[in-house]
């Protein structure tokens, strides 16, 4: 199995200017947990059959950039919860979830859009894993 890269020149992979600047540094904890979630998103979308510039998306939103490291950090949070959130709602059911990202949907953080779409433009990520985990709740 390998896994093509989340975001090309993060890791100083077939780019000049990556998303994200990681400077590893001996007790940098952010630089170990942004790298730790960056491989976790890799691994998303794999299991959502993402293209390449929907992988870049999935990190940095529309911009195509990411200001800060924290910014990223929260942004990867947010979608591990989401990712967590909907994979226990569609009880593992692969294809179904599949289905469900990308249909147009009318609950209120995707205002007609698909869920997808609007997770890769960025808009809402905390309202979409607040909804997520109601859903789960209820």
Known sequence: YTSRPLVKGLDSMNSTQPAVSLTHQPGNRQAVLLKSGLAALALIAERWDLPDDSRTRLVSGNKGTVSTVSDCLERV??????????????RHREAVLLQWLRARNNALPFAGFSPIETILDGRNLNEIRGYLECQLAA
């Not at 949070?77 to 569609?90: C, K, Q």
């Open 77 to 90: 949070s947010h979608m591990l919860g989401i990712y967590r959130a909907a994979t226990a709602l569609f």
